[in-house]
């Protein structure tokens, strides 16, 4: 390529660049934050008239990708005889309505593959095997066209949800990571025939609970089963679905049995894990058995949850108590686990209430909170956690939380402790490079640049009252273009002081040279003058004129 056709092609690109950042795209670009999910299945628990509303209110939380279930049992009403509108429990369910209303909002449907079919238990793995293939070939070839993400069953580590693939009778059954390796396959090989770019993602595990010596519902070791039954090429993204039940996400509990990948087995050595240790365990696992991107397509807190914990911090244990609780618990949520590598995808458990899981609904005070975290860190870049911890929630850790993220020309900062309640602590920010901030909470109403409160940062440090509730500050970076003129400004003042100093001293130089040059002139016209006034006065006006002339040569 001669240099004339490099030029034009360097030209082409900076133009291409100039104009996706002028054309007001609003897609997270590729290494941005792009994870706000909501699940589970809204379809399932309203009418296909009331699907507008409830995607309405996912789009104006800034949701971007909805995790929807289609039931086997449901579609294929008898062998081989599969439907995509029908009533179920007096309820219309229409699946192509479904995917028309999240095409209009520009969200990304996850479908969850999951469960029975009509006639189950089959009389042989073999038969069971067959019927999963001819369900997924159905849905595909139905819905593929419009659906890139597919989740493979759920929760296959859990007894009960394992009980409903096998049906036992009493809907319980001992996990089978093998039998549901081969169904793993069977639908990446389907799915991938379809369009080799879909993305097939394991079904979300179950995290602990009950029996902490369990180790067949242990995920660490149902991963490492999966790993050994040559599933690992057999999806794209790991899923979990780490429920805290009654902790904050920055508490240390019990989390089971210790698992040793080296040596396939439970230990008895019982582990503590946080939120984040726990997804960071599970990514540390990856990393042996082949690393994969880390989805949380479960995560919330039931309301007899909320409530303990509302009553723990001194409030009234009422629904809007709870509900503030569920809001800060829910930024607490997506801000660390989006700012971890790896980590791409969080779903919040839930919009509406499973009738036959608990009280999971998003409340109006999370709701709120939700839109204002995407809107804040949606397409933008984490920079990491500030505050210094090593061990993010310990008794002996600072309880103070300060996540960065950089937004174009913005500096995004959120802040929260977990300790006090609302009982504040000033806290200090360091390492500021501006003048001025902005501070939202979790309810603004508004988050024009306006509505902010604005602070006032002083060498580079603010000082910020803080609580449990956590809140953004956001600081308008200079842009490029800024830098630019700020550089070459700085430049233009620096040359002018050093010119203006030059000519000072050129022109001090002048003008004593000068005053020296007018001075000697001056005495010479004197002298001149003088001598001659000596020539024709009297004796003594020219002795007195003489001794005058002299006397300023001697002080000279």
């Not at 999910?37 to 971007?64: C, N, T, W, Y």
Request: hydrophobic share 40%.
């Amino acid at each position: 390529m001669n240099s004339r056709l490099r030029l034009l092609w360097l030209l082409i690109l900076t133009l291409t660049q100039l104009a996706l950042i002028f054309s007001g795209d609003t897609t997270p670009q590729p290494g941005t934050i792009d994870g706000f999910g909501m699940g589970s299945s809204a379809h399932l628990r309203m009418s296909v008239k009331q699907l507008s509303g409830s995607f309405g209110a996912q789009q104006a939380m800034g949701v971007r990708w909805a995790r929807e279930e289609i039931p086997w049992r449901e579609v294929e009403t008898q062998p081989g005889k599969f439907v995509w509108a029908y009533d179920f429990d007096v309820r219309p369910r229409d699946f192509n309505a479904l995917l028309t209303e999240l095409q209009q909002r520009d969200i990304q449907m996850v479908a969850v593959l999951a469960y029975d079919p009509w006639d189950n238990p089959a009389p042989s793995t073999e038969v069971l095997l067959t019927r999963w293939e001819g369900y997924v070939k159905a849905v595909v070839s139905e819905l593929g066209d419009h659906i890139h993400y597919w989740e493979i069953s759920n929760e296959m580590n859990s007894r009960g949800f394992w009980g409903k693939v096998i049906n036992e009778p009493d809907a319980q059954a001992e996990p089978d990571p093998v039998l549901y390796a081969r169904m793993l396959q069977t639908a990446h090989d389907v799915i991938k025939h379809h369009n080799p770019k879909d993305v097939v993602i394991l079904g979300g595990l179950a995290g602990y609970a009950g029996d902490l010596s369990d180790c067949a519902t242990n995920y660490f070791h149902y991963l490492d089963e999966l790993h050994q039954a040559g599933a690992w090429p057999a999806f794209d993204v790991i899923a979990i679905h780490p429920y805290r039940e009654n902790h904050p996400p920055e508490q240390f509990i019990l989390r089971g049995v210790r698992y040793s990948p080296t040596l396939h087995v439970c230990q008895q050595e019982t582990v503590e894990y946080n939120l984040v240790s726990e997804v960071r365990a599970v990514r540390d696992l990856a990393q042996i058995l082949g690393a994969k991107p880390i989805w949380i397509t479960e995560i919330g807190w039931d309301q007899s949850w909320l409530e303990e914990w509302a009553d723990y911090r001194k409030t009234t244990a009422n629904l809007v108590d709870a509900d503030l609780v569920e809001a800060d618990w829910l930024v607490r949520t997506y801000v660390p686990l989006l700012s971890e590598p790896g980590v791409e995808k969080i779903f919040w458990y839930t919009q509406y209430d499973d009738p036959f899981a608990g009280q999971f609904s998003l409340g109006t005070a999370g709701q709120r909170a939700l839109g204002i975290t995407s809107s804040f860190l949606t397409g933008s870049k984490p920079l990491g956690q500030f505050q210094g911890q090593q061990d993010q929630g310990r008794s002996t850790d600072d309880d103070v939380y300060e996540y960065r993220f950089a937004k174009g020309d913005q500096l995004v900062i959120v802040l929260w402790k977990v300790r006090g309640g609302d009982t504040a602590r000033n806290v200090t920010v360091k390492d500021l490079d501006v003048d001025q901030v902005r501070l939202y909470t979790i309810d603004a109403a508004d988050l024009s640049p306006e509505a902010g409160r604005a602070l006032s940062v002083e060498n580079g440090t603010l000082t910020v009252s803080l609580t449990e509730r956590p809140v953004f500050i956001v600081a308008q970076q200079p842009n490029w273009w800024d830098n630019f003129w700020r550089g070459l400004q700085r430049n233009v003042e620096k040359w002018w002081e050093e010119q203006k100093a030059k000519l000072q001293k050129q022109l001090k130089e002048w003008f004593k040279e000068l005053e020296r040059q007018i001075t000697e002139w001056f005495q010479k016209q004197l002298e001149q003058f003088f001598t001659q006034l000596c020539g024709t006065a009297m004796l003594p006006g020219g002795m007195a004129a003489v001794w005058w002339v002299s006397h300023k040569k001697r002080r000279r």
